[in-house]
């Protein structure tokens, strides 16, 4: 077992260096930092943006495998260089990583609990009122995407609060800032700012996994073993679950590994327009204002968390099914 | 006993049977297949109104995308701007016809190349194993790390003011990998097979192997693949309009259009409802589409919606 997660592993964190690495090309090939100099009036002589930029090590006469060097070794030893605002990228991004993090587990875990329920529930009501009704609601929101889902949200927020009469439902930001009171007051003004993100993420990701679980409970549904533990006695409930969803969420973890990168896609939609100063935020930002090296490490980190993503589903796999040895 | 075997009544018949269902093709079972299935059917019937609609539609109204009305700035739908006007005087109308043009293109433009190059990849990986094989699938695995959206995004300024054929093979270019795993598995179990075994050993060229033998069994796979990779390369394309990443200006796309309506969308709905309801029709109707397919192509596999 250990010995092949440590192999996982390695082979994990090759594809992360790899991933980064091209990343880090890719955007520094792309992304023009020098025209954030020049565009000024009246234009600054080409010797002061080139300190500029060399002092960033974004400058575009630099071969680009010289710049990476420059950027990739002291990487390693975590320090991901400058934003070209000249602030230091690490400290940003511990000021953003958690917002994200917190957003993506909690889609994650919720999208899935809630997703894989209502497919096992649709699986077993097949062809009935709660079946159809679940299956034209998640075909409808697999065809909204996160950003316009996000302002029908919002707008559906508005309806509601001037409905209730007051602002129940916040739309932007995390808190409302200088809000005083105990600690109760606080919770609850997350919580009214939480709903409406957390919703425009876990909504396609609960559609997702209910269509998938409903029709890998539907092969198990028929099968022979499912039967035999009823007839050995067991409650048809019973069986359901320890027999029929231990078996029929095996599939589940591959799809999780797939969906996660498409979650991690999402995230960025929601954080831009709930305005959460999260890395997807930041991500957007910093390709319209050519940051080459914030580009790369927000590359990187969404590269570690699919891996991490996808060595949970190992975990996963070999949990759940006792076929697989390691 | 007799020394010749009379038919039976009731082999008879059933020769006659046999005779009846040979009539019936392949394509006509499938089709009768997914005739039986109305949402698919409706979702055809809707996305061929979609398409007609978004081609023959400006023909109807004497406003142009580009052009511009300076008598009217955000106006309500009324009947000179049957969706209203934006806050610069652009029919509305106009724009989402000519948005839901380019979304369409683009999303059968990239789902066409995507199953083509995945379908490509994967037999390849598949029949040839070994060295070939390990690459391609680190290759994949390579660009399954990367998100689609964050690198077109970060290609995205090397695409600006360029033809927009470069963001459909963009967008082509990161989406074929899951497919591609899918086909190398169904390649390995068909290579095993006689018939391409037989190939094999009468000298038939991989490249004739792989293109004649080995793709057109899997074409059900492939067809029903495409088309779902239809509805997820439009989401891809309007997701990275939105932020200006894909579609560039003057030329519109549902979702530069969602993204310039949104910002007044609860004053002035007009502005995105159209183009946000075209695109969910759209997206919605050919996933329907595709599912049917799947039933009718594939009777084997769990059905998602029955009727």
Do not use: C
Not at chain 1, 292 to 315: E, K, Q, R, Y
Not at chain 2, 260 to 287: C, D, E, K, M, Q
């Amino acid at each position: 077992m250990a010995k092949f997660l440590l192999r996982r592993f390695v082979n994990y964190l090759i594809l992360v260096a790899l991933a980064t690495s091209l990343g880090y090309m890719v955007a520094a090939t792309s992304l023009h930092p020098r025209s954030n100099f020049e565009g000024r009036n009246p234009p600054p002589p080409k010797a002061s943006v080139d300190a500029k930029l060399d002092a960033l090590n974004m400058n575009n006469e630099t071969p680009v495998l010289t710049r990476f060097e420059r950027w990739a070794v002291p990487a390693l030893h975590g320090d991901f260089g400058k934003t070209i605002d000249g602030q230091k990228v690490s400290t940003e991004m511990g000021r953003r990583m958690g917002v994200t993090l917190r957003l993506l587990l909690i889609g994650s875990v919720i999208g899935g609990v809630l997703g894989v329920a209502l497919g096992v529930v649709s699986a077993v009501k097949q062809y009935q009122f709660t079946d159809y009704s679940a299956t034209i609601a998640s075909f409808v929101v697999l065809s909204i995407p996160v950003f316009l889902l996000a302002v029908l949200l919002k707008v559906g927020a508005l309806n509601v609060n001037n409905h209730v009469g007051h602002t129940l439902l916040y739309y932007t930001g995390e808190k409302t800032p200088g809000l005083g009171g105990g600690v109760w007051t606080h919770f609850t003004d997350r919580f009214q700012h939480f709903v409406l993100p957390t919703l425009s993420l876990v909504l396609g990701q609960i559609a997702f996994y209910s269509r998938y679980q409903r029709s890998a409970m539907l092969d198990v549904l028929g099968s022979d073993f499912l039967r035999t533990a009823q007839a050995k006695g067991l409650r048809r409930r019973d069986a359901l679950i320890k027999h029929g969803l231990r078996t029929a969420l095996i599939p589940m973890a591959t799809f999780f590994a797939y969906e996660f990168g498409l979650l991690l896609t999402g995230a960025v939609f929601t954080e831009k327009i709930f305005g959460w100063h999260g890395m997807g935020e930041w991500f957007v930002d910093s390709v319209t204002k050519n940051d080459v090296n914030t580009v790369a490490v927000v590359t990187a980190f969404s590269a570690v968390l699919v891996l991490i993503a996808g060595m949970i589903a190992d975990l996963a796999y070999a949990a759940l099914d006792p076929r697989v040895r390691i | 006993m007799p020394a010749e075997i009379e038919p039976s009544p009731a082999i008879a018949v059933e020769a006659a049977l046999v005779e009846d269902l040979e009539d019936v093709t392949r394509g006509r079972l499938v089709l009768r297949r997914f005739l039986r299935k109305k949402i698919a059917v409706g979702g055809l019937i809707v996305l061929v109104l979609l398409i007609a609609f978004a081609f023959g539609g400006p023909y109807l109204s004497k406003w142009d995308y580009r052009s511009t009305d300076y008598n009217s700035f955000l106006q309500k739908p009324s009947s000179t701007h049957w969706f209203g006007t934006t806050q610069i005087g652009q029919d509305v109308y106009a724009q989402t016809l000519r948005g839901l043009q380019k979304s369409l293109v683009i999303g059968l433009l990239t789902a066409f190349f995507s199953t083509g190059l995945a379908a490509a990849v994967g037999a390849s990986a598949g029949y040839f194993g070994g060295w070939t094989d390990r690459v391609l699938m680190w290759f994949v695995d390579l660009l399954l790390v990367l998100p689609q959206f964050l690198i077109i995004a970060i290609l995205s300024p090397s695409f600006r003011g360029k033809t927009w054929l470069v963001f459909v093979f963009l967008l082509a270019a990161f989406s074929w990998m899951v497919t591609a795993r899918i086909v190398r598995g169904l390649t390995l179990s068909l290579k095993e097979q006689e018939f391409v075994q037989a190939a094999r050993f009468t000298g038939v060229p991989a490249r004739k192997i792989i293109f004649r033998h080995l793709l057109p069994n899997m074409s059900s796979f492939l067809i029903i693949d495409a088309t779902l990779n239809v509805g997820g390369a439009i989401l891809a394309e309007t997701g990275l309009s939105y932020f200006g990443f894909g579609v560039q200006s003057p030329d519109v796309s549902l979702g530069t259009l969602i993204a310039a309506g949104t910002r007044s969308a609860i004053t002035f709905p007009w502005l995105f409802l159209f183009a946000g309801g075209a695109l969910i029709i759209t997206v919605l109707s050919v996933s329907v589409i595709g599912d049917g397919l799947r039933d009718a192509l594939d009777p084997n596999s769990a059905t998602s919606i029955k009727p």
